[in-house]
T-cell receptor
């Protein structure tokens, strides 16, 4: 079974703090993704990485950065957290398979910024 | 730009009734379409993809390129189908996968 593990299930941070969300997958997948999930807005892509040290902006990258130094790990960084970044963050990974590959998701990290 | 639209936020049906979840997309190239589902307190997971042309848990979805739609259908809804459903799109050979806003389905006894 593919396992995507997000290190923190629940976080509470203060405005202006730097926040790290970590994601690890154990199936040697090339592609990794960070989404945020908000009611009524669905999943919005923040950043994705198609391979180690490669990254591309998604639809809402402002206020976020990412790091992919190793194939199994994809980190999402909030340089200076703001209240509008309160959300559920989902990490996912997949083999590309020409765009048809199945995404495997983590359990999510619920971030609250006060 | 690629876009996925799910016009219904909420859908409530009775057990045994048919259910259809609408999905429309906008994409200039060859699309790959998917349906993902999230049951209560579970991870988001793949339900089906158009390229497989399969029926999963009684659900089917047909890609209609003329209407740019990929509606999800099940003839007889079950209580265990209650969940959040997301339609998703990727371009063939593309890495990016875009999701719709989701539809919450409640199946009543």
């Amino acid at each position: 079974d593919v396992k995507v593990t997000q290190s923190s299930r629940y976080l509470v941070k203060r405005t202006g703090e730097k926040v790290f969300l970590e994601c690890v997958q154990d199936m040697d997948h090339e592609n990794m993704f960070w989404y945020r999930q908000d009611p009524g807005l669905g999943l919005r892509l923040i950043y994705f990485s198609y391979d180690v040290k490669m990254k591309e902006k998604g639809d809402i990258p402002e206020g976020y950065s990412v790091s992919r130094e190793k194939k199994e790990r994809f980190s999402l960084i909030l340089e200076s957290a703001s209240t509008n970044q309160t959300s559920m963050y989902l990490c996912a990974s997949r083999r590309p398979q020409g765009g048809t590959g199945e995404l495997f998701f983590g359990e999510g990290s619920r971030l609250t910024v006060l | 730009a690629q876009r996925v639209t799910q016009p219904e936020k909420l859908l409530s049906v009775f057990k045994g009734a048919p259910v259809e979840l609408k999905c429309n997309y906008s994409y200039s190239g060859s699309p790959e379409l998917f349906w993902y589902v999230q049951y209560s307190r579970q991870r988001l997971q793949l339900l089906l993809r158009h390229i497989s042309r399969e029926s999963i848990k009684g659900f089917t979805a047909d890609l209609n390129k003329g209407e740019t739609s990929f509606h999800l259908k099940k003839p007889f809804a079950q209580e265990e189908d209650s969940a959040m459903y997301y339609c998703a799109l990727s371009g063939r050979g593309d890495y990016k996968l875009s999701f719709g806003a989701g539809t919450t389905v409640t199946v009543r006894a």
